[in-house]
């Protein structure tokens, strides 16, 4: 609950101060750059959620504990989830910029990639029945389709030629204090929100694992 509260709260603050306390873009965008605080730190969680699949996979793979096999898998799901809400907002900025909801550019094609990506992850589990076996096979398949995920990442820094800015590190425009402000508070705040929602959905997988034990020495 701390976590969910602290997410809540600072993201509620981060509204306010993108909305009210950032100046408006002086770009054709204008007030529609506003999307901005919250499709990049959406992004960000996205990323985090694959690291977190990839660390839980490769432990997996080391100790064969299906506790970090329920983390990868919870933490494939969020950051899937994450994805979906990064390729809404995604769009919606696009339109705003470029005038067209969808451009064939670097970073939105190997964003989509890592997307179906994942959600082949979702069909690799549901054809293998035996749980260590399914395991095994969905830990390593995430540690293949993290491949993409930093590829994502730098696209825009090594193909300068795509319509995706680069706002954050070398060649970006740099954020004002404002800016910047908005943007870190909105950003520490999905990250929690991941972070809440991963645990929370652990949890869950657990007392499932729980329950199911139950049966199996209840006999059915």
Not at 30 to 48: R, T
Not at 70 to 98: N, Q
Not at 129 to 134: A, F, G, H, K
Not at 142 to 166: C, K, N, Q, S, Y
């Amino acid at each position: 609950p701390a976590l969910f509260v602290g997410a809540g709260v600072l993201l509620v603050i981060g509204a306010l101060l993108a909305f009210w306390y950032a100046p408006i873009d002086a770009s054709s965008m204008g007030f529609s750059q506003k999307i901005f605080y919250y499709h990049a730190p959406i992004a960000a969680a996205a990323i985090a959620a694959f690291g977190v699949a990839v660390v839980a996979a490769i432990v997996y793979l080391r100790t064969q504990d299906l506790l970090w096999d329920r983390l990868g898998y919870v933490s494939v799901r969020i950051g899937l989830l994450f994805s979906i809400l990064v390729m809404i907002t995604g769009m919606i900025w696009g339109k705003a910029a470029w005038g067209v909801w969808w451009a064939w550019e670097p970073r939105l094609t190997t964003f989509l990639l890592a997307c179906f990506l994942y959600a082949a992850y979702w069909v690799l589990r549901s054809v293998v029945d035996e749980e260590q076996r399914r395991a095994t096979y969905a830990a390593v398949f995430a540690v293949v389709a993290f491949v993409d995920v930093p590829i994502t990442f730098f696209a825009t820094r090594f193909l300068p030629e795509g319509l995706h800015p680069v706002v954050v590190g070398p060649g970006g425009g740099g954020m004002e204090g404002s800016v910047a402000l908005s943007f870190a508070v909105c950003l520490v705040g999905m990250l929690l929100l991941m972070a809440a929602l991963i645990r929370r959905d652990v949890e869950i997988e657990l007392i499932k694992d729980r329950v199911t034990d139950l049966k199996t020495s209840l006999g059915g």
